[in-house]
């Protein structure tokens, strides 16, 4: 179970309107654990509204009454069967933060793994189609209204997640997520961590590429005592990954503890990371930038970004503190 950051995400979330839709099959399979999702958000001051189109037959009355009962915070909205479920929600006219969908399936890639976050541009430019995209073809036209009114500015986020339990509350108050957000309009900051709360968030985030064995152990004991060290990434101002800054002499800099969240793989964040930092060291007056690594994710992230690959002989006793792992270097 994804470890939950409930204050540091409610900071972010609180007094803004999040839609919750489910179709009838759906919020029927899982309405226990939809409601109580959506209770957590309410505790927590999110603003929600629930969007569903539950027939009016008798056995769905009970239903109705414990929606009623137990959302009392919560605008419910019902959909009548003669209009496009996607199409009603997307284009209702109150103001809002984020619009969660919940079906059945994951959207999935080309291989078959969980897409955490993608842009409407790289959805339509890496797919012909959209059936290599999602487990779900049904879903290609909801995807295409989806992508239309995020690029006309009107909506900001939309997650697609599959219902089960807790699956809301991982994907908002979690660093991995639950499943994919669809977005365009992130806003990027690199800073110098600074709360406890956001050395444990970096904890987290790095004991990811640990259970991996890319990088070596760095506890949150760790972080704050070197609290001077790491700068933070941070995607609407919640913190994504991460980079400790290690001087070797007046002109080298080390790129340490270089992560990003799993949630944030592949969206260019690591990139930005990586061009922030050098950016802010080149103003301290460093012009060359080291970084060992055996991930080939960075290792690639590394060469896109003009460093190479060397045995410096400058850097000898750095490079025999970590035996067998390849240097990048960069020089401005």
């Known amino acids: 179970m994804p470890k939950l950051y409930v204050d540091e995400y409610s900071k972010s979330l609180s007094g803004k309107t999040v839609f919750i839709a489910c179709r009838e099959g759906i919020l029927r399979d899982h309405f226990a654990d939809i ?7 309410n505790r927590h001051g999110v603003i929600t509204h629930l969007f569903h189109n539950i027939s009016n037959r008798f056995s769905n009355q009970k239903h109705f009454r414990e929606i009623a009962e137990r ?21 209702y ?35 012909n189609g959209y059936s290599d995209l999602i487990g779900n073809l049904n879903f290609k036209s909801v995807l295409e209204m989806v992508c239309k009114k995020i690029d006309q500015g009107r909506i900001d986020r939309v997650h697609i997640l599959p219902a089960g ?15 994919t957000l669809i977005a365009n309009n992130f806003q990027e900051d690199l800073v110098k961590i600074a709360t406890p709360h956001e050395a444990k968030m970096v904890a987290g985030i ?3 590429y640990k259970r991996e ?14 609290q001077s060290r790491f700068y933070v990434c941070k995607i609407d101002g919640i913190i994504v990954g991460c980079v400790e800054k290690l001087k070797i002499d007046a002109q080298t800099v080390e790129l340490g503890a270089l992560a990003i969240s799993t949630k944030f793989r592949s969206q260019r964040v690591g990139k930005f990371t990586v061009n922030a930092f050098i950016e802010r060291m080149t103003h301290k007056g460093y012009s060359r930038f ?38 990048f270097l960069k020089t401005i």
Do not use: C, W
Not at 35 to 41: E, G, Q
């Open 165 to 179: 339990r807790q699956t809301i509350k991982r994907e908002l108050f979690s660093i991995e997520g639950s499943g």
């Open 93 to 127: 006219r109150d103001p809002v933060y984020k619009i969660i969908f919940l079906e059945r399936k994951y959207l999935v890639d080309q291989e078959g793994l969980k897409i955490n976050t993608i842009t409407t541009q790289r959805i339509r430019q890496s797919i």
């Open 206 to 208: 790095l004991s990811m």
């Open 290 to 327: 080291i970084s060992l690594t055996n991930n080939p994710r960075l290792q690639q992230l590394y060469r896109s970004l003009g460093f190479v690959k060397t045995r410096e002989p400058l850097y000898q006793k750095r490079q025999e503190a970590s035996p067998g792992v390849a240097m």
């Open 35 to 41: 409601i109580a999702d959506i209770k957590f958000l």
């Open 213 to 226: 064995k890319y990088l070596k152990p760095r506890k949150q004991q760790y972080i704050l005592a070197n």
């Open 71 to 91: 959302l009392p915070e919560t605008k419910v909205i019902k959909i009548l069967p003669e209009n496009n479920f996607y199409q009603h929600v997307l284009a």
